[in-house]
């Protein structure tokens, strides 16, 4: 199809000096108030051994009383 046209790139809009360095301090202050990505991951797996903790003990705990 010869007559198809391709749709233009948009233009790429570059930001000021000012504006990343107000980028990094908010990025940073969000950091700092939530605590890092490997900390939630941290906690995420801790929740996780401990849900599988709690299955299997009372798993266990049904078994004693049925005897």
Known sequence: MPNERVPAR????RSSP?????AVR??????AEL?????????????E???RAASFFGAEQG???KR
């Open 10 to 13: 948009p233009s790429t809009r």
């Open 49 to 51: 051994i401990l849900k």
């Open 26 to 31: 908010m990025a940073r202050a969000l950091r």
């Open 63 to 65: 078994r004693q009383h």
């Open 18 to 22: 000012e504006e990343k360095a107000g």
């Open 35 to 47: 605590g890092t990505e490997q900390e939630v991951r941290e906690l995420q797996r801790a929740n």
